[in-house]
């Protein structure tokens, strides 16, 4: 049975499994009696989200939404497997990432290109193909009922171009997936949670990352729901933070461009931001410790720039 804490207002994080424990969420939401999951890890986490269900009071035929906040595999790539078991209930995607949940196959070969074949099929599995017939695309400003309660989708790229944030008028909290950021919670200090945007490949817009960041704070919410990993609250300071943050990338990728070492380089110098801002948080880590937290974000981050600085020249 996987770690479900209950957060209020019929909110549920459920922790997928994926890579270690409290790294990725899935956030079941129920409203008289129906439910909708947000986010669903992988084909591996499948099996502990549904084990969720009456550990919560649920049958399976009470999920009416399989919502994917984008269609990043530790997001969506279990989404087609539960389908498969959740016959009665709809997929939510963005309009972009939609027919990538009805034929997975250039989703699989792209993630391929970034982490290779035999680690894919570890980590994922085979991805599930879903039914074209039920799925709902759900453009910007796209009110979806889940029993009554509305949840509105709002067009957030700059992590990726097929990311929808997703607002809960009833909590007054924004399901945010990847573009609030990560804020993993050993990295938390005396100010609070640590967060560091994710820039992986291959979408990384930094303007429109800063936009859509702006836009989410300005529904003033309580809380954002983060997919990695969830509920956190003081969501100005930590919006200032995302902001900073993201213009130093910015500012490095651009410095590094052109040079014949940019990758090395770029590696190197993501690696001393991030221990820059985790230093200045004031996290009580022994080194080590926190590069075994964020040694994978780091690599992912780098990489995420240099196709930024690729697609921003062609
Ligand atoms: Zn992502």
Redesign the pocket.
């Known amino acids: 049975m996987p770690a479900i804490e209950a957060l209020g207002h019929g909110i549920h994080a459920i922790d997928t499994g994926f890579v270690r424990p409290y790294f990725d969420a899935s956030h079941l939401v129920v409203e008289r009696g129906r439910a909708a999951f947000v986010d669903v890890g992988t084909n591996f986490s499948v099996p502990g989200l549904l084990a969720a269900l009456p550990a919560v009071g649920l049958a399976s035929d009470a999920v009416d939404y399989v919502i994917v906040t984008?269609v990043?595999l530790?997001?969506a790539g279990g989404a087609g497997e539960m389908m498969r078991l959740l016959p009665q209930a709809k997929l939510v995607v963005h309009p972009r990432g939609a027919r990538h949940m009805i034929d997975p196959r250039r989703l699989w070969a792209g993630a391929s290109a970034v982490y290779g074949e035999e680690v894919m099929l570890r980590n994922y599995g085979t991805l599930v193909p879903v039914d074209p017939t039920r799925v709902i695309e759900a453009p910007d400003g796209f009110t979806l009922e889940l029993g009554g309660r509305p949840l509105l989708f709002l067009d957030t790229p700059g992590?990726?171009r097929h990311?929808f944030c997703i607002w809960d008028e009833a909590s007054r909290s924004m399901f945010t997936?990847?573009t609030f950021g990560l804020a993993y919670r050993e990295l938390a200090s005396e100010r609070g949670r640590f967060v560091m945007p994710?820039t992986?490949p291959v979408q990384f817009e930094p303007e429109a990352l800063v936009a859509s960041i702006d836009r989410l704070v300005g529904y003033q919410p309580q809380a954002m729901l983060l997919t990695h990993y969830s509920r956190v609250t003081e969501v100005e300071r930590l919006a200032d933070e995302l902001r900073h943050q993201i213009s130093e990338l910015a500012t490095l990728g651009r410095a590094v461009d052109g040079t014949p070492d940019r990758a090395a380089r770029l590696r190197q110098g993501v690696r001393e931001l991030v221990n820059g801002w985790v230093r200045d948080h004031g996290t009580p880590l022994p080194q080590l410790a926190i590069d075994a937290v964020l040694d994978v974000d780091i690599e992912l981050n780098a990489q995420g720039l240099e196709s930024w600085l690729d697609r921003d020249k062609r």
């Open positions: 984008h990043h530790d997001h992590h990726a990311h997936g990847d994710t992986t």
